[in-house]
């Protein structure tokens, strides 16, 4: 399921309008998927958070101090998919 971001544009508030590889497009809310701490800090700043960028190399969103969100589940959001579980499979 993972697909590479190729374009985001931010919104009102803390949302971004994201566009994948696969045509997929949709908006997230950043402030619902991390806490504005720690390495997301500087993201409270509207001026700073608008400095999102794409990550070609990474497939994601990136911010100047290199905050970065996981591509799977920003997809996952974006289309309204289910985050896929990664569990490792346990056999008997």
Do not use: C, H
């Not at 590479?4 to 949302?15: A, F, L, T």
């Not at 700043?45 to 497939?59: I, N, T």
């Not at 579980?85 to 008997?92: K, L, Q, T």
């Amino acid at each position: 399921m993972w697909q590479d971001v190729i374009s985001v544009e931010p919104k009102d508030g803390y949302r971004l309008f994201l566009r994948f590889e696969d045509g997929a497009a949709g908006i997230i809310d950043v402030a619902v998927l991390v806490e504005f701490s720690g390495v997301f800090a500087p993201l409270r700043d509207r001026a700073y958070f608008e400095q999102v960028r794409v990550e070609p190399d990474l497939g994601t969103i990136v911010w100047p101090n290199g905050a970065d969100l996981d591509p799977v589940v920003i997809y996952a959001r974006a289309t309204g998919q289910p985050v896929p579980d990664f569990s490792p499979v346990v056999s008997d």
